[in-house]
């Protein structure tokens, strides 16, 4: 298996633009979840879809963000307008049914810098 | 809010020593306890996980659990330069918010040649 894959890996943008972050989770992991990585406050947790359904949004900043996964095998992390403190890098991670033992695998990450 | 504390180093430790990382939680509910690696620029990767009390072994890393003081640790034996890494702990907490995994800020360890 290729594993979680994100897209791009870099992402240069000026404020006010459109960014739109892509994942494709693991085959056969039903969990996705978006984070966000930061120096100051570490790997936050955005939203999280359980069998294509968002479960907990709780973590998306503000209304910029947006978040959708249209089928078990693609995911889109949007934010519009961006701005440059939503630099940070983010992660798509994918998990099969929770057990005790459950682990997230993570992607490669997106780095954003919005100039 | 369920937190996950952890000490954000650096913690510097000479090859061949022990490192001994710590962790708290504020959920007493909690299932289960994971500690990812995560070099710089690269994503997490899992290293261990535990569920009981009392230690785990797996090579050179044992994980620790004491669900009564809600505390988990990682330790390194026979550190290596390689072991110098950023070392995240994750939280699977109780009831609704089970799917997903609660996070630390992670402790940055430098092994010294």
């Known amino acids: 298996d290729a594993g979680v894959i994100q897209s791009p890996r870099h992402e240069v943008t000026e404020m006010g633009q459109e960014v739109t972050l892509r994942c494709k989770p693991i085959?056969?992991?039903?969990?996705l979840f978006w984070y966000r990585q930061t120096m100051m406050r570490g790997l936050e947790l955005l939203i999280y879809f359980n069998n294509n359904v968002p479960i907990d949004d709780s973590g998306m900043p503000e209304d910029r963000f947006s978040a959708k996964m249209p089928n078990a095998s693609f995911s889109t992390l949007k934010i519009q307008p961006s701005e440059p403190r939503d630099s940070a890098v983010y992660f798509c991670a994918s998990s099969s049914p929770p057990v005790l033992n459950t682990e997230a695998f993570f992607g490669q990450g997106t780095r954003l810098t919005v100039v | 809010q369920k937190e996950v504390e952890q000490n954000s180093g650096p913690l510097s430790v000479p090859e061949g020593a022990i490192a001994s990382l710590n962790c708290t939680y504020s959920?007493?509910?909690?299932?289960?306890f994971f500690w990812y690696r995560q070099y710089s620029g690269k994503s997490p990767e899992l290293i261990m996980f535990i569920y009981s009390n009392g230690d785990k072994e797996d090579g050179r890393f044992t994980a620790q659990l004491n669900k009564a003081s809600q505390y988990v640790s990682l330790l390194i034996r026979d550190s290596q330069p390689s072991d110098s890494a950023t070392y995240l702990c994750?939280?699977?907490?109780?009831?609704?918010?089970?799917?997903?995994?609660?996070f630390g800020k992670g402790t940055k360890l430098s092994v010294i040649p």
């Open positions: 959920d007493r509910g909690s299932q289960s």
């Open positions: 994750a939280v699977r907490p109780s009831g609704a918010g089970s799917y997903q995994l609660t």
């Open positions: 085959s056969g992991h039903n969990s």
